[in-house]
Nanobody, 121 residues
């Protein structure tokens, strides 16, 4: 089994900062990429940021310059530093990992349970 455990969500005022963490554990051979997605009420889940095991990063336009994704490959952990938060960043944030569990086998997506981020005064 593979588990993705997120932490770091909460309530913050506009302009504030939060740092999300997500640790992957279980039978893992290789993680190709990890990332964060978010889903606001009444909206579809959308990409926030991803990072490959080589360090290539991709950001949604709405968070560029405010959010930074990083990764510790040795710990199978991905982080999302969120600065200058806005009310429109309010959503449930989900961790994602694109990985292969065994040396011979399929490559699949795994998801965390989600962590709530609320930006409000």
């Amino acid at each position: 089994q593979v588990q993705l455990v997120e932490s770091g969500g909460g309530l913050v005022q506009p302009g504030g900062s939060l740092r999300l963490s997500c640790a992957a554990s279980g039978n893992i051979f290789i993680i190709y990429s990890m990332g964060w997605y978010r889903q606001a009420p009444g909206k579809q889940r959308e990409l926030v940021a991803t990072i490959t095991n080589g360090g290539d990063r991709n950001y949604a336009g709405s968070v560029k310059g405010r959010f930074t994704i990083s990764r510790d490959n040795a710990k199978n952990t991905v982080y999302l530093q969120m600065n200058n938060l806005k009310p429109e960043d309010t959503a449930v944030y989900y961790c994602n990992a694109d990985l292969q569990r065994f040396a011979v086998g399929a490559r699949n997506d795994y998801w965390g349970q989600g962590t709530q981020v609320t930006v409000s005064s």
